[in-house]
T-cell receptor, first 115, second 113 residues
Framework: DVKVTQSSRYLVKRTGEKVFLECVQD?????MFWYRQDPGLGLRLIYFSYDVKMKEKGDIPEGYSVSREKKERFSLILESASTNQTSMYLC??????????????FGSGTQLSVL | EDKVVQSPLSLVVHEGDTVTLNCSYE??????LLWYKQEKKAPTFLFMLTSSGIEKKSGRLSSILDKKELFSILNITATQTGDSAVYLC?????????????FGQGTRLTINP
């Protein structure tokens, strides 16, 4: 089974702190994604990556950056955390095949609270 | 702007009932529609639909896509308390040279014993 592991389930940070959310997948997937999930808004794409050292902005990249130095690891960075970044963050990965790339495997999420 | 709308947003039924969840969409370059189940934290994949009128089935769950009317339904028959979850619909689109999944808000399904 594919495993996508997010380093923390719950995280509490102070406004202005730099925050790192780590995600590791063990199935050699080339595609990795970061979403945030807020009540009433569904999942919104922050950043995604189709290859090592490659990154693309999603729909809401402001205030975030990412790093993909190794294929299995995709990190989300909040440069200066703000209260409106309090949210559930979900990492996902997928493989591109003849059937497509859309079947995502998700991690268990990190509930981030910024005080 | 891409849009995926799920209805109802919330549904409470009794064990044994049959439920139908709806997903309508407006995207620029449709490729596929997917359903996920989110019980605690991690959404898990249920179905991927690309062709109109072909039902996908897995046990008590089934789903079908109508590409002409731009919607999909997810049916769950003989519901059990373990079906309680948030069900997410997502549609893939090709926007500005990149493929993206656009998610709906989700339907929170509660099955009472």
């Amino acid at each position: 089974d594919v495993k996508v592991t997010q380093s923390s389930r719950y995280l509490v940070k102070r406004t202005g702190e730099k925050v790192f959310l780590e995600c590791v997948q063990d199935m050699d997937h080339e595609n990795m994604f970061w979403y945030r999930q807020d009540p009433g808004l569904g999942l919104r794409l922050i950043y995604f990556s189709y290859d090592v050292k490659m990154k693309e902005k999603g729909d809401i990249p402001e205030g975030y950056s990412v790093s993909r130095e190794k294929k299995e690891r995709f990190s989300l960075i909040l440069e200066s955390a703000s209260t409106n970044q309090t949210s559930m963050y979900l990492c996902a990965s997928s493989v591109t095949s003849t059937g497509g790339w859309e079947k995502l495997f998700f991690g268990s999420g990190t509930q981030l609270s910024v005080l | 702007e891409d849009k995926v709308v799920q209805s109802p947003l919330s549904l409470v039924v009794h064990e044994g009932d049959t439920v139908t969840l709806n997903c309508s969409y407006e995207v620029t370059n449709f490729r596929s529609l997917l359903w996920y189940k989110q019980e605690k934290k991690a959404p898990t994949f249920l179905f991927m639909l690309t062709s109109s009128g072909i039902e996908k089935k897995s046990g008590r769950l089934s789903s079908i896509l109508d590409k002409k009317e731009l919607f999909s339904i997810l049916n769950i028959t003989a519901t059990q308390t373990g079906d309680s979850a948030v069900y997410l619909c997502a549609v893939s689109d090709f926007i500005q040279g990149a493929q993206k999944l656009v998610f709906g808000q989700g339907t929170r399904l509660t099955i009472n014993p």
